[in-house]
């Protein structure tokens, strides 16, 4: 296992793709924080019913289809090119291979996800109170290691891992670098946009307890928990069923199906 964890390690870090992707995807969580929180504001004597934290964090919602990339990529790359023939040939615990691909792509995903995290509610803490979002007007102080803050800002890493092995077993089954993205990032955002045309409230109840987006970002929630579709960790763990069975359906088609 360390010998093959050493040479997927090798394969990803000499090639710049991956850092390059795993930078983006910090820069553009960031960013779009910053745009959002930097576009709020709370004029005085008014109330504005704004949770602050998941207003910090709203840039996981576009950075996840950076890391979904990155997945994605992680193991279409080596279909395209052959190169996945010569991996097997080497290391033919196939099993292995694709634990250790799923390793290091967490550990790169959990490593970025924590300062992207870390940057977003800095930027919350640092912009939103010359907006009006003042403790003396009931709004907190965004700590990175402490307080209202921790629990979205730890789930929001945990979500984006989750987003990352989610990814990596669709584009194991799919095996194809366009098709594998478009049904990432299908599965993350075309559900939204179906739940915004729903008129029954039950079933729109259902499909935001259950989808995969709308599910996982309920742990960036502080505010009106019990007018959630779904708790927090009970989000986060919808989400994670979701990355479950798509990690081991792609386990099993890594096994099953010649390269």
């Known amino acids: 296992m360390i010998a093959i964890l050493r040479a997927e390690w090798t394969k990803v870090r000499t090639v710049s793709g991956p850092a390059w992707l795993l930078l983006g995807s910090v820069l553009l969580t960031v960013a779009v924080s910053l745009a959002a929180v930097a576009a709020t504001s709370c004029p005085k004597n008014m109330t504005c019913p704004v949770d602050t934290v998941k207003l910090s964090l709203t840039g996981v919602e576009l ?101 990352a092995l989610l990814s990596l077993g669709v584009a194991t089954i799919v095996r194809d670098s366009a098709v594998a993205i478009g049904a990432v990032l299908g599965i993350l955002y075309l559900f939204p946009i179906v739940i915004a045309f729903v008129t029954n409230p039950k079933w729109e109840h259902r499909l935001e307890r259950w989808t995969p987006i709308n599910a996982g ?43």
């Open 217 to 259: 970002l309920a742990i960036e929630a502080t505010k009106g928990l019990k007018h959630l579709a779904i708790g927090p960790w009970g989000g986060l763990g919808v989400l994670a069923l979701w990355a479950t069975a798509a990690f081991l359906s792609g386990a099993v088609v890594f096994v099953m199906k010649d390269a």
């Open 63 to 163: 950075g996840q289809a950076v890391v979904a990339i990155l997945a994605t990529l992680l193991i279409t790359s080596e279909y395209s090119t052959g190169l996945i023939k010569v991996t097997l040939a080497a290391a033919p615990q196939r099993l292995t291979v694709y634990g250790a691909k799923a390793l290091i792509l967490t550990t790169a995903v959990l490593a970025g996800s924590m300062i992207a995290a870390a940057g977003c509610v800095l930027v919350g803490r640092s912009i939103l109170p010359g907006h009006g979002f003042t403790s003396g007007r009931g709004f907190p102080v965004l700590s990175l290691a402490s307080g209202l803050a921790l629990r979205p800002e730890l789930g929001s890493v945990l979500y984006l891992a989750l987003i």
